[in-house]
């Protein structure tokens, strides 16, 4: 009986070598693919477990890589790292299409059933995608209720679920209105869920080492976050159609 099988993929993108995780269900059918993105430190072993519980539900999954392999602890060099890139769409999309491109050319995942899940700076990438017309099942964010450019929303083709906290310094009340009007204005078909009393970066564990202000686990909505995930596909893309 075989069961899930993982592996590193390297790839290049934003001017650096990637280094992905990808998740592969039991079977050797073709299977719907998600695309997962971390938050702004960069790819951890949390986004390979959310990877691998994916594949244990049937998907092929790829947590994708921001920062060429380098997970950034340091909250400075994060920032260095992170703000340039998230005042450039195409940058960012770049690097979304690099991973969607190694998703889509294995030859278990159906090129035609994908999905973008993304936290913090990797769900603004998975929005961008979106922005950037790229046909998906459904996207899935995480503290990641970003705008775009004028008129480039009207381009999403799918649903949008949007989580956040609604203690979230980072992304504000008045952030999250500014993302439902252009959600709404370019008809979008979008959900937002407001987690009481959760800070930014919410659904991540506790890490060793310093972060930005207002980060903080909740893990009753960590768990609450990741089945309102798993209900996203679960309604959009699911294993069997």
């Keep these: 009986m075989t069961t ?15 280094i992905g995780h990808l998740a592969l269900p039991a079977g050797a059918d073709r299977r719907p693919g998600v695309l997962l ?25 790829l947590a994708f890589d921001l920062h060429g392999g380098r997970y950034l602890g340091d909250p400075e060099e994060m920032l260095a790292r992170c703000m340039p890139l998230l005042a450039d769409p195409d940058r960012m999309r770049g690097i979304g299409h690099a991973a969607l491109d190694v998703l889509r050319a ?21 929005l961008e995608l979106g922005r950037d017309g790229v046909s998906l099942r459904a996207i899935g964010t995480v503290n ?8 480039e929303t009207a381009r999403i083709r799918c649903p949008v679920w949007a989580g956040v906290g609604s203690e979230d310094p980072i992304m ?8 439902t009007a252009e959600m709404q204005a370019a008809g979008v078909d979008w959900r937002l869920v407001v987690y009481g009393g959760a800070l930014h970066a919410f659904h991540h ?12 686990y909740h893990p009753r909505h ?3 976050a990741w089945r309102d995930v798993v209900g ?10």
Excluded: K, N
């Design 222 to 224: 960590a768990q609450r």
């Design 106 to 126: 294995e030859p278990r995942t159906d090129p035609d059933r994908i999905a973008a899940v993304g936290y913090g700076t990797g769900g603004a990438i998975a």
């Design 172 to 179: 504000t009340p008045a952030q999250r209105d500014t993302f």
């Design 205 to 216: 564990p506790p890490v060793d080492h310093p972060t930005v202000p207002g980060v903080g």
């Design 4 to 18: 899930m099988t993982t592996r590193t993929v390297e790839y290049s993108a934003d001017g650096l070598t990637m």
């Design 37 to 61: 993105g971390p938050e702004g430190m960069g790819l951890s072993d949390v986004e390979r477990r959310r990877a691998d519980a994916l594949a244990e539900l049937g998907y092929v999954a």
């Design 232 to 241: 996203l596909l679960a309604e959009c893309l699911p294993v069997t159609e």
């Design 144 to 151: 990641a209720t970003t705008t775009g450019r004028p008129g």
